[in-house]
């Protein structure tokens, strides 16, 4: 089929956009805009403007934009982009920080009524309470199961019900009910699917972690990477240090149990044959006046800090003597 002048055009001038903006942006939010009307996304582009670009169009257009892209540029990481191309999704390039855009894309969420056929994103729950409806009105009611009562003339709901779960679709009476009641159970905006950032592409939930989270994971990482290496008497960064000290206790155990001997050992023996010495230490930390001034026992604890850590040192070090 041969394209008429006008659209051979128009499909070169998008060619040239997406391609001028992967040049341009190395950030990119793949997002779902179901549901989302005119208005909505003029609002959500007027948010936007400054340090991002909203981009729409049809799938097959934006796979081949990328295509010859990747072509002209030699830059294949961006054909990551071609599998996320799929149902009515959109392209935000963006130089900001990708989770503050995400959030500012929230603010632009609107309620939205259920309708008739409409596959419901979350459960909806009718709430108890008054409903401001007259007693002719209790037959949406009992066709749905909702228990009610009759209250000062109007109906009243008695519990809360779970009128639709997720995933499932709305039916008539469904959407009759919650339409005389006044709720919009449903919002709908654009929503973040996938992000490309610099050739790679993750789920938006790693845009939550904190550093305090990414922390913690690496911290149980390093641990399951020394336990791993203990295991297996492979030695790494991570397990050096209980090896040392593994080594250590092994050469102080030899050493009680025989004749040989090394300076760090010595005063554990001598402990070991004269018990009573660790009485007199302990008397002779229990005689220290008790109104020697703050200044005098901040001395005395650095000096036990500084001596200990001088220890550590010299065990380790003793190792390689």
């Known amino acids: 089929m041969v394209l008429n002048p006008a659209k051979r055009e ?16 190395h950030q990119i939010l793949v997002v779902a805009a179901d549901n989302v009307g005119s208005k909505q ?23 081949r934009s990328i295509r010859i892209h990747a072509e002209n540029t030699g830059n294949n990481a961006i ?17 900001g920080d990708l989770k503050e855009v995400r959030e500012e894309l929230g603010k632009y969420k609107v309620g939205a009524p259920a309708r008739v056929g409409l596959v ?15 007693p002719s009105q ?23 019900v779970e009128l639709v779960k997720k995933g499932e679709k709305v039916g008539s009476s469904e959407a009759a009910l919650l339409s005389k009641l006044g709720i919009k159970p449903f919002s ?14 993750f789920s938006p939930e790693v845009l939550d972690l904190t550093e305090d989270d990414l922390m913690e994971k690496f911290a149980g990482w390093l641990s399951n990477v020394a336990s791993l290496s203990l295991a297996i008497s492979f030695p790494t960064l991570a397990a050096a240090p209980h090896m040392f000290i593994h080594a250590y206790k092994n050469a102080l155990a030899f050493a009680v149990a025989t004749e040989y001997s090394f300076p760090q050992a010595e005063k554990v023996k001598e402990y070991l044959k004269d018990p009573s010495k660790f009485a007199v ?9 008790a109104d020697s ?8 604890e650095e000096a036990k800090k500084e001596e200990s850590e001088e220890s550590d040192e010299d065990l380790v070090a003793g190792l390689f003597d």
């Open 79 to 95: 054909k990551n982009l071609i599998p996320l191309l799929a149902g009515n999704v959109g392209f935000i390039f963006t130089k």
């Open 10 to 25: 128009k499909k070169s001038q998008y060619d040239q956009k997406i391609c001028r903006l992967l040049d341009e942006y």
């Open 293 to 300: 001034g703050g200044a005098k026992e901040e001395k005395v």
């Open 138 to 160: 209790t037959s949406f009611f009992q066709v749905l199961n909702i228990p009610t009562k009759i209250n000062k003339g109007t109906v009243e709901i008695v519990t809360a």
């Open 281 to 289: 230490a302990v008397s002779e930390g229990a005689a220290a006046p």
């Open 120 to 134: 419901a994103p979350i459960d909806v729950v009718v709430p108890p309470g008054n409903t401001g409806l007259d």
């Open 188 to 201: 709908y905006g654009l929503a973040v699917v996938s992000v490309y950032d610099n050739g790679t592409v």
């Open 41 to 63: 996304m003029q609002n959500i582009r007027k948010g936007l403007r400054g340090d991002s670009v909203i981009l729409m169009g049809k799938n097959t257009m934006m796979k």
